[in-house]
Structures are given as structure tokens and as C-alpha cells.
């Protein structure tokens, strides 16, 4: 079934968004200082490009302040709209009962596109 699910979100979206993410990373790896973010970028990244079976945990290995730190500068850089695009996505594809894994999917985003430092993709 999660193989089904990946290749109908890979086909109607997922790839186009993957590598949106991706190429956001490497913008901010280019730039010294925009390296950590564009790490979190690769990672969304992957997530976006096979959703189904992983699930968002939180890191057991937070740093603390900075982990807050960097989550204020992403949200205040794109952060909220990237949640904000997924939440809507989500309540979208929730409106229909086929939809619903998908909209499940977008839901599971917004939690590491709004606060991705201090989270992990298992």
C-alpha cells in the first residue's frame, strides 16, 4: 500500500515539491550561512519525495537554544507559508474520502515544515 500511495503522490505533485526543497537547499548551502537551513531543506526534501511509512519524530539529541533559535528564523523565512500551503493541501484533499491518505500525508508535513530543527524523519 505505501508503495502505491508514494508513486500516486510522486505522479500528482510530490516530485515537482521534492524538488522545490531540494533546490531551496542548495540556494542556502551555496551561502555559508544558510547551510544548517538548507540541511533541514534536503530533509523535508526527502520526506516530500516518499511520504508514506515514515513518520516525524523528535530528535532525542536537541540542542536546545539553538535549535529554538533556528526554528524562529525558519518560521519567520517561509516557514509558516510552507505549513500554511500544506495545511490547506491537506484540508483539500481531506474533502474526499479517496483523498483522504494524501491530505494524511500533508497534515504529517506541516509539523516539520513549520519547526523541522529538532525533528527526524524515521
Not at 516530500?48 to 540542542?63: A, D, M
Not at 481531506?94 to 516539520?112: A, C, D, N, Y
Not at 530543527?117 to 524515521?122: A, M, S
Request: glycine share 14%; hydrophobic share 55%.
Amino acid at each position: 500500500m505505501n508503495l502505491m500511495g508514494n508513486l500516486i503522490w510522486l505522479i500528482f505533485g510530490g516530485f515537482a515539491a521534492a524538488l522545490g526543497y531540494f533546490f531551496g537547499g542548495l540556494i542556502l548551502c551555496i551561502t555559508i550561512i544558510g547551510i544548517p537551513w538548507g540541511l533541514q531543506c534536503f530533509k523535508l526534501a526527502g520526506l516530500v519525495l516518499w511520504p508514506f511509512g515514515k513518520e516525524v519524530v523528535s530528535s532525542s539529541n536537541n540542542v536546545g537554544c539553538l535549535s529554538l533559535f533556528a526554528n524562529i528564523i525558519w518560521i519567520l523565512c517561509g516557514g509558516l507559508y510552507t505549513a500554511f500551503v500544506h495545511l490547506v493541501f491537506g484540508v483539500l484533499l481531506s474533502i474526499t474520502i479517496i483523498g483522504i491518505p494524501w491530505g494524511r500525508q500533508h497534515f504529517k508535513l506541516v509539523e516539520i515544515s513549520l519547526m523541522p530543527f529538532g525533528k527526524r524523519v524515521r
